[in-house]
C-alpha cells in the first residue's frame, strides 16, 4: 500500500503542476514501484466536502474477494454490506441504486433508465440490459415542437410532464435479480427503507446542486416540499432530510415485486403528475407503464492492441460503438507511438472524436425504429479507411460522417443531430466474490430530470435525449422522436478483457461527453499504462465538432497554444465527470473513483 499510495500522491502532486511533461517521468516510477500491492480492506469513511475546485481526494482501494465503486458512500457501504451477507453483484447493485436514489436523487433513481453490463462467471457470459425510458405510445415527431413549428427551448421541454419517458430502473432490477439475485428481492430495499425513515446526511454536492438549480425546483411544487425548508431556503449541507413518501414507495415494491411500480397506486400517481402538469403536461399513460419492457441487446466489442476486446452497450447506446470508433483510429492511426506529452497525441484523440461523433449524429438511434449499422460502423475496412483521414499533421479542417459500404438502398438518408445533454446521471461498478461483475450507468437524464417528484423519487426527463426536430433540410433525423422508442443514449457502461478474461470495468455521467470520459480512461490506461485512479484524475481534453474543451482549473489549461497552433479553436470549461471503475491484477481489485464527485470504493 505505502509503495503504492506514495507514488499516487506523487503523481497528484505533479499533476497539478505539469502532468503531461511528467508523465513519461511518472510512467517510469510506475515500473519502479511494481512491487506487490499489499492487500488491504481501507475503506474511508470520511466525505470531505467538496474543495472550491470541486475535488475531493480519492486513494485507490485494493480489495481482494469483492468490491463495491458508487458515486456515494451510502449506496457504497449499503452495497458492501449486501455482498457481506452473501448478496450477489446484482443484489448489491439494487441495494446501491435504491439508496443512490435517496442520497444521489438529482443523478438516477427508480423514475429514470439505465443500462446494465452483467459479466456472468459461471457461464462467462456477458449481458446487456437495456433499461432505458421509452417513448409513450401517443408520443410524435411534434413532441418537442411549438405551435410554430419551431424546436422548444431546452428547459421549457424539460421541466414538467413532457419529457418523462417510461422508467425502466424498476424493471431492469427485477429482471436481473430474477436470473442473477441470490438474496430476497425484499431484503434488497431495507437499507434504503431504513435511511430514508431514518433521514440522511445532506452531502455538499446535493445542497450545492439544489441552490444552483432553485429557479426550477422551487416552483414546482413537488420539489419545492422536499429540497426546501419552511422558510424556502434551499437545503444545507450537512442536514438531515428524512424521505418517508420514498420509503413508502420502495416498501410497496419490496412488496409487490415489479408490478407494485408499473400498476396501482404509484404508477397512477405517477400518470397524474404528468398528465396534469399544469405549464407543461406529457402524454405517460397507465398502457404505457404496464407495457414497458427490459431489452437484452448485443454486446459491442472490438478488440483492442491485441490483448484487449472493450465492450459495452449497443444502441439505442452510442455509448460502445463511439468509444470503439475512437479507440480503433487512434490505434490504427499510431498512437501507442507517441506519449501523453506530444501534441499529436491530442490531435489524434481530438479528431479521431470528432470523426466517431460525426457518424453517431447521423447514423445512431433506437435500433428497433431506425436502421442498425453497428456492424458497418466498425467494420474493418470501414475503419482502416476512416483512420488514414488522420495521416497528416494538422487539424481536420471538414469533418463529415462516413458513407458506409452497405448496398445504396439499405442507406436511409440520415441528417445529423447532435444534442448536448446535461450532466447528471450516475455510473457503478460492483465485483462480487464468485467473480461476477457489473457495470452500469443509471440517469434520470438532467439534474434532478424533469423536476417532478412522485412518491419520492424524481421524474426522468430521458426523452429530451430525441432530437427535438424530425427533419434536417429535407432528411429524416435517425433519432427523431416516435411512439414507443428510446431516446439515443451516451451512456457508456464499459468492460473490457484481457486474454478473454475481464479485466476492467469502467463508466461516468457527463452527457454526450461520457464517451470523451471514458476513452480517455481507457487510453491512458491500456495504451500509456497510467494506473486506473491517476487516469480518472488525469485533466479531461475533449473535442467533438472542432472546438477542444480543456478542463478549467487543471494542467489541460496549458495545453491552449499547442492545440490552437494545430489549427484548433480551445475552450476553457468545467468538465464534471464521474468515472467509476475497477481493474483486476494479479495482486486483486484496484479501484477507481473520480475526484469530481463524492464516490467511494468500499471492498475487501
Ligand atoms: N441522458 C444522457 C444519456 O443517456 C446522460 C446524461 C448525463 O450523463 O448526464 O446519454
Request: include cysteine; proline fraction near 5%; charge should be neutral.
Amino acid at each position: 500500500m505505502f509503495h503504492f499510495n506514495l507514488l499516487h500522491s506523487l503523481l497528484r502532486s505533479h499533476f497539478q503542476f505539469n502532468f503531461l511533461l511528467l508523465l513519461p517521468c511518472l510512467l517510469l516510477l510506475c515500473l519502479v514501484f511494481t512491487g506487490p500491492l499489499i492487500a488491504a480492506t481501507q475503506i474511508s469513511d470520511s466525505i470531505s466536502p467538496e474543495a472550491e475546485t470541486g475535488r475531493t481526494n480519492k486513494e485507490a482501494l485494493l480489495a481482494k474477494q469483492h468490491l463495491v465503486v458508487t458515486a456515494n458512500p451510502y449506496a457504497s457501504k449499503a452495497a458492501f454490506a449486501i455482498l457481506k451477507q452473501g448478496g450477489s453483484a446484482i443484489d448489491a447493485m439494487i441495494t446501491a441504486q435504491l439508496v443512490l436514489g435517496l442520497v444521489e436523487p438529482q443523478s438516477s433513481g427508480i423514475g429514470g433508465g439505465a443500462f446494465l453490463l452483467y459479466f456472468d462467471n459461471k457461464n462467462q457470459a456477458l449481458l446487456s440490459f437495456d433499461g432505458r425510458e421509452t417513448a409513450p405510445a401517443a408520443a410524435s415527431e411534434n413532441l418537442f415542437l411549438t405551435a410554430k413549428q419551431s424546436p422548444m427551448g431546452f428547459f421549457d421541454a424539460v421541466v414538467g410532464g413532457r419529457s418523462v419517458g417510461v422508467p425502466g430502473v424498476i424493471a431492469l432490477m427485477w429482471q436481473s435479480h430474477q436470473q442473477y439475485g441470490k438474496l430476497p428481492w425484499k431484503t434488497l430495499f431495507t437499507p434504503a427503507i431504513e435511511l430514508a425513515q431514518q433521514g440522511f446526511i445532506v452531502s455538499p454536492r446535493l445542497a450545492q446542486l439544489v441552490t444552483l438549480d432553485q429557479n426550477k425546483l422551487g416552483q414546482q411544487p413537488s420539489t419545492r416540499d422536499y429540497f426546501f425548508d419552511l422558510k424556502g431556503e434551499p437545503i444545507k449541507a450537512g442536514a438531515t432530510l428524512q424521505n418517508l413518501a420514498y420509503a413508502d414507495s420502495l416498501s410497496i415494491i419490496a412488496k409487490l415485486g415489479k408490478k407494485g411500480f408499473y400498476q396501482g397506486r404509484l404508477a397512477k400517481a405517477m400518470v397524474n403528475a404528468v398528465q396534469q402538469h399544469p405549464t407543461n403536461p406529457g402524454l405517460l399513460s397507465l398502457e404505457d407503464l404496464g407495457n414497458y419492457q427490459v431489452k437484452t441487446r448485443p454486446n459491442i466489442c472490438l478488440p483492442y492492441q491485441q490483448i484487449y476486446q472493450v465492450c459495452g452497450m449497443g444502441l439505442p447506446s452510442s455509448g460502445a460503438l463511439t468509444v470503439n470508433q475512437i479507440l480503433a483510429l487512434t490505434e490504427q492511426a499510431g498512437l501507442s507511438q507517441l506519449t501523453a506529452d506530444n501534441p499529436q497525441a491530442w490531435r489524434l484523440i481530438g479528431d479521431a472524436s470528432r470523426l466517431a461523433f460525426a457518424d453517431r449524429a447521423r447514423y445512431m438511434a433506437d435500433p428497433d425504429f431506425t436502421p442498425d449499422y453497428s456492424h458497418a460502423l466498425l467494420d474493418k475496412t470501414y475503419l482502416s479507411k476512416r483512420a488514414k483521414l488522420l495521416g497528416r499533421n494538422i487539424a481536420l479542417s471538414d469533418v463529415q460522417a462516413g458513407e458506409l459500404s452497405l448496398a445504396p438502398d439499405t442507406v436511409t438518408q440520415l441528417a445529423s443531430q447532435t444534442s448536448e445533454a446535461l450532466p447528471s446521471t450516475t455510473h457503478l461498478a460492483i465485483h462480487d466474490r464468485d467473480g461476477n461483475i457489473v457495470s452500469m450507468t443509471s440517469s434520470i437524464e438532467n439534474a434532478f430530470g424533469a423536476r417532478l417528484m412522485v412518491g419520492g423519487f424524481l421524474l426522468n426527463n430521458q426523452l429530451t435525449d430525441f432530437s427535438f426536430q424530425s427533419h434536417y433540410q429535407g432528411q429524416v433525423i435517425a433519432n427523431r422522436v416516435m411512439a414507443n422508442k428510446r431516446p439515443r443514449s451516451s451512456m457508456s457502461p464499459t468492460l473490457v478483457f484481457k486474454h478473454n478474461k475481464p479485466y476492467m470495468a469502467l463508466g461516468s455521467p457527463g452527457g454526450s461527453r461520457i464517451i470523451n470520459y471514458v476513452s480517455q480512461v481507457l487510453i491512458a490506461h491500456l495504451t500509456w499504462q497510467v494506473p486506473l485512479q491517476q487516469a480518472i484524475e488525469m485533466p479531461h481534453l475533449v473535442n467533438q465538432s472542432g472546438v477542444y474543451l480543456l478542463e478549467q482549473d487543471t494542467p489541460a489549461t496549458q495545453w491552449q497554444s499547442a492545440l490552437e497552433k494545430l489549427g484548433y479553436k480551445t475552450q476553457v470549461k468545467p468538465l464534471n465527470s464521474g468515472l467509476h471503475g475497477f481493474v483486476i491484477t494479479e495482486h486483486g481489485l484496484e479501484s477507481g473513483v473520480d475526484p469530481r464527485r463524492e464516490g467511494l470504493a468500499v471492498g475487501e
